[in-house]
């Protein structure tokens, strides 16, 4: 039998497909091409180019942002309205360790058979034009906003 990881048979396999996914509506959304970062972000610590889960493959543009991708199960939205929210918790702390300080962070989030969500900080600028969010969450003094994503997608320019 395989050996399988904390993740289960599955969940680097789930990973990368989503990430797929979302630097392909990224990617639709922006007019700009996206693919996975190698190593899926672990091998772009300190590079600003690579930073987070995507990367832009055009060298001839400045990609604004940095996104980290999750998609994993044993996490639930209505957390997010109590203390209970470590697992969110992490995400964003990872997200903004990982963003350079010139990127904007956005943390794209789901699990099966569900929406699929976008946090990102309430001061960027492009959030003028998103509307509303589905929430506004606290982590360690920071507030961070959460969208749909496809909610957030129609407000960013493109690149």
Not at 95 to 117: D, G, N, Y
Request: charged share 25%; proline share 5%; net charge neutral.
């Amino acid at each position: 039998m395989a050996k399988t990881s904390k993740l289960g048979v599955n969940g680097k396999a789930k990973g990368a497909g989503f990430e797929l996914l979302i630097a392909k509506t990224f990617s639709e959304a922006l007019g700009v091409k996206l693919r996975r970062t190698p190593m899926s972000g672990g091998w772009s610590h300190g590079n600003v180019e690579t930073a987070g889960d995507l990367v832009c493959v055009d060298k001839n543009i400045t990609f604004p942002y940095c996104i980290e991708c999750k998609c994993c199960e044993g996490w639930r939205m209505e957390a997010l309205f109590t203390d209970k929210h470590a697992w969110f918790d992490n995400w964003w702390e990872q997200t903004m360790r990982e963003c350079p300080a010139e990127k904007i962070p956005i943390l794209v989030f789901s699990r099966a058979r569900q929406p699929v969500f976008a946090a990102t900080r309430p001061q960027d600028d492009y959030q003028n034009n998103v509307g509303w969010p589905v929430l506004e969450t606290g982590v360690n003094g920071m507030r961070v906003f959460v969208f749909l994503l496809e909610d957030l997608l129609h407000s960013l320019p493109t690149v």
